[in-house]
Every structure is written in C-alpha cells, then in structure tokens.
C-alpha cells in the first residue's frame, strides 16, 4: 500500500530514484493480522493518520526508522509505537541519503 503513494507507476524512469531506495527497504509483500491489529491500535491511540501510515509505523517497530516529507501523523503515531523514529528529509534527496548508515533498518 505505500508503494502506491510513492511510486508514479512509470516503468520508463520516473520512479528511478524511488526503485533504488526501495532496493535499500526491508518490503512486506503481505500484511499479517498482527500487524494489521497493531497499526489499527496506533491509530486508534493516535487518533489521526492514515492506515498506510500506521501500518508503515507499525512495520517499523521496534527501533526502525520512517522516512517521510510529511512526519506530522506519522510522529502521533509513533509516539505511541515501540522506539520508531520519524526522520524529515526532502523528497528530492530521498534516493541519495537513503545509503546513509542512519537510516539503515537493522536486520533481525
């Protein structure tokens, strides 16, 4: 569900940055009942975002961290997730500091 907000759909390049980041993400090709259960919960303590953005900030849990243009909903709820950071970038630097140490997730 989050590709869909940061992808164009292009094939021909236009989403060339956003595929090398994403070569970078841990990616869940399914949503299990637990998360979906956990993300609801976020919202419901936060009450505001989105359900793509609670389940982005329930996917981080524990200790990941969120890259995002816009934090506002996504710092409510992760306020109340399990040690997730909400990092502000700019949307035109996304590709290029995504290699940065910082913002890699750790593996489990």
Known sequence: ???????QGHG????A???RFLKTCDIADAV???LARRAAL????????SA??????AFAEPGGTVLTSDPDDLEALAA???DVLIERIEVAVLACRSRHPRWTRPAH
């Open 32 to 34: 299990p009942e637990s």
């Open 17 to 19: 940055n956003e595929n």
């Open 12 to 15: 021909g390049g236009r989403d």
């Open 80 to 82: 109340n997730a399990a």
């Open 52 to 57: 793509v953005d609670a389940l982005v900030v």
């Open 42 to 49: 976020l919202r419901r303590l936060a009450r505001r975002g």
């Open 1 to 7: 569900m989050a590709l869909v907000e940061c992808l």
